[in-house]
């Protein structure tokens, strides 16, 4: 079992910046990928943004590319989401997850562990 933890979220107005943390515990990650993802109660959960473990590779949803970067530290099993220029269309609650066998990458039920999520909520 992977526990995903993540934090960071909270009330922001739009064009200012927040940082998303996920500590990760339980098993290495080392080879395998991490995302993003965010859900509103009237929408399903989408894709943010993820990367591969080695860190080689990022994709981005097109609604957060050039404002959002995603990051990982593997010697501190952290993964990173780094949100600015933030819209009142970010307004979700974000989750981290890691996947452990091949997939979409912007494919929710392609990940095997979830974090509980943190809000983020963007004022106009």
Same mark, same amino acid.
């Not at 290495?28 to 591969?52: C, D, H, L």
């Given at each position: 079992?992977?526990?995903?933890?993540?934090?960071? &979220?909270?009330?922001? *107005?739009?064009?200012?910046?927040? +940082?998303?943390?996920? $500590? #990760?515990?339980?098993? %290495?990650?080392?080879?395998?990928?991490? &995302?993003?993802?965010? *859900?509103?109660?009237?929408?399903? +959960?989408?894709?943010? $943004? #993820?990367?591969?473990? %080695?860190?080689?590779s990022?994709?981005?949803?097109?609604?957060?590319?050039?404002?959002?970067?995603?990051?990982?530290?593997? $010697?501190?099993?952290?993964?990173?989401?780094?949100?600015?220029?933030?819209?009142?269309?970010?307004?979700?609650?974000?989750?981290?997850?890691?996947?452990?066998?091949?997939?979409?990458?912007?494919?929710?039920p392609?990940?095997?562990?979830?974090?509980?999520?943190?809000q983020?909520?963007?004022?106009?």
């Amino acid at each position: 079992q992977v526990q995903l933890v993540e934090s960071g &979220g909270g009330l922001v *107005q739009a064009g200012g910046s927040l +940082r998303l943390s996920c $500590a #990760a515990s339980g098993r %290495s990650f080392n080879g395998y990928a991490m &995302g993003w993802f965010r *859900q509103t109660p009237k929408t399903e +959960r989408e894709f943010v $943004a #993820a990367i591969s473990w %080695s860190g080689d590779s990022t994709y981005y949803a097109d609604s957060v590319k050039g404002r959002f970067t995603i990051s990982r530290d593997n $010697a501190k099993k952290t993964l990173y989401l780094q949100m600015n220029s933030l819209k009142p269309e970010d307004t979700a609650v974000y989750y981290c997850a890691a996947k452990i066998v091949a997939g979409a990458r912007d494919y929710a039920p392609s990940y095997d562990y979830w974090g509980q999520g943190t809000q983020v909520t963007v004022s106009s």
